[in-house]
């Protein structure tokens, strides 16, 4: 008895119902053989069903000849799956039409492959895009926020210092927006720590508190001693955050926000969801809000993809989260429906051994200043002319050139330099990695401190201990200060050897 679903229907009846249906028709749809006799097909058709398709097997029908297709369909239960379809008539001796022939083959697993894979190439290609631009933008912003810096040190009307107050708030807005980018787009220079999950949602739970408002409460389920896991706590931060926002956002009215924490463990399911077999640990956001439906869903980590009220979101919150999980070697998973609420669910790969320590609170930021030379490498004018300024400022001599070959030529001539500033996208053969390798072998003792504001050559598979020292920009003059004197009170830093990836 074969296992292939079959129905036949008589066209010959009105309506041409279903006259027979083997065992596993009725096993594939959930409908009993008295539930399907006498019936048009029509009663599996749903909400989602393509009314195209309907329309090309209507058709078909009508002229009596065979189709293939594929349709999505319903079961008994409301549940929906592709159905592979092939329609047939079946004749007499005397050419009259006696049947219709239909077999039928569940092929959701395939169109949901396809599908994932789809929407995984048009996501690798949003996030090219978007790193490109962040990149070209976190230039731009440098120029802008460095510039009025200075200028706020040299003007002192007081209305000026608010004017210049004012753009600069604005710049870091925009540096905050393309950091997103840049996490969207899993080029973010992650910084990862051993972190105690529960530890960082309780310290954060007062954030939440102030960010959700007073309609909003939080509710807080932790698993108690889960394993540590390996992230970036800034970074988690912001995509919790950004969560949190969307979830207050769901509830106009107010209502019950929960923060959980799961020890979860993978086996022979997680190939299904992207994930190696191992423990993780699972990072919980439930709301009670309205919900999504399924094609929304669907593109909710779509950058400037928003359901919200012009100006009300940049559409980059979930965005952004997504891209963190992942480059976190994670998963963010979505589950809502319409009136039902939604849950966002964060899982990270469970590390070895205790969760550090919390650190302390980071001191003021010191300008700190030297005498040494510093040769500054960078393809942008106006950011190159920037950074002299800047250290100029600080009291270090500056040699400058615009690209890598200028500077190997300069390292070859001036024997007095002390540290290398090179940002590392830049045009030509040699880019700031390849130079500062050069430059390595040229002088074993030179220390290196790198800047980009699109760091792909340094984004490993996941997280690692970082091995370069690298600023990303925009930078304030403070954080230059601090982190060049670092550089040359520390000295020349290992490089990877050949071949080895640069983490960061």
Not at 243 to 254: K, S
Not at 260 to 268: K, Y
Not at 415 to 424: N, P
Not at 471 to 483: H, I, T, V
């Amino acid at each position: 008895m074969t296992r292939m679903p079959m129905i036949l229907t008589d066209p010959r009846q009105p309506d041409n119902p279903i006259v027979f249906a083997n065992r596993a028709f009725q096993d594939l749809t959930g409908y009993t053989q008295g539930e399907l006799i006498g019936r048009n097909c029509r009663f599996l058709q749903g909400p989602e069903t393509s009314r195209e398709t309907v329309a090309e097997l209507r058709q078909a029908v009508e002229e009596r000849r065979a189709i293939a297709t594929e349709i999505l369909n319903y079961k008994r239960d409301g549940s929906a799956f592709w159905n592979g379809i092939f329609i047939g008539p079946v004749f007499d001796e005397a050419g009259e039409i006696v049947y219709f022939f239909a077999s039928q083959l569940d092929v959701t697993r395939r169109r949901v492959s396809e599908q994932a894979f789809r929407q995984a190439q048009k996501m690798e290609a949003i996030g090219q895009l978007t790193a490109g631009l962040a990149h070209d933008f976190n230039n731009l912003l440098q120029v802008v926020s460095g510039n009025l810096e200075l200028a706020r040190n040299a003007v002192t009307s007081e209305r000026a210092q608010r004017q210049l107050a004012n753009a600069a708030g604005a710049a870091e807005r925009g540096a905050k927006l393309t950091k997103q980018l840049l996490s969207f787009a899993r080029k973010a220079r992650l910084e990862p720590r051993s972190l105690n999950l529960n530890a960082l949602v309780l310290a954060f739970a007062e954030v939440a508190e102030s960010t959700l408002g007073s309609t909003v409460s939080v509710r807080l389920d932790l698993t108690p001693r889960l394993p540590a896991v390996t992230i970036d706590r800034t970074n988690l931060e912001m995509a919790l955050l950004n969560v949190l926002i969307n979830a207050r956002d769901a509830m106009p009215a107010g209502g019950t926000v929960t923060l959980s924490t799961a020890s979860v463990h993978l086996n022979g399911n997680g190939k299904s969801r992207g994930l190696p077999p191992g423990d993780y640990v699972a990072l919980r956001v439930r709301d009670e809000g309205e919900g999504m439906p399924p094609h929304v869903a669907e593109r909710a980590t779509e950058p400037f993809f928003s359901t919200k009220a012009p100006g009300k979101g940049t559409g980059l919150g979930l965005a952004m989260a997504h891209g963190f999980v992942q480059q976190s070697r994670g998963r963010l998973e979505i589950d809502s429906r319409p009136s039902g609420g939604t849950t966002i669910t964060m899982l990270f790969p469970a590390g070895p051994g205790a969760a550090a320590a919390e650190e302390p609170a980071e001191r003021k930021a010191v300008l700190r200043r030297g005498d040494e030379t510093v040769l500054v490498v960078e393809d942008s004018d106006d950011v190159r002319a920037l950074a002299r300024e800047y250290l100029e400022s600080l009291g270090y001599q500056v040699l400058a050139a615009r690209d890598g070959e200028e500077a190997l030529d300069i390292l070859e001539r001036e024997t007095g330099i002390d540290l290398l500033f090179s940002d590392i996208v830049m045009p030509g053969g040699v880019n700031g990695l390849i130079l500062a390798d050069r430059a390595k072998t040229m002088r074993p003792d030179l220390p290196v401190l790198l800047t980009t504001g699109y760091n792909e050559d340094l984004v490993a598979d996941g997280p690692a201990t970082p091995t370069m020292d690298v600023l990303g920009k925009p930078y304030r003059k403070a954080e230059l200060a601090d982190r060049i004197r670092a550089a040359l009170d520390r000295g020349a830093r290992p490089m990877p050897a050949p071949g080895e990836p640069h983490h960061g």
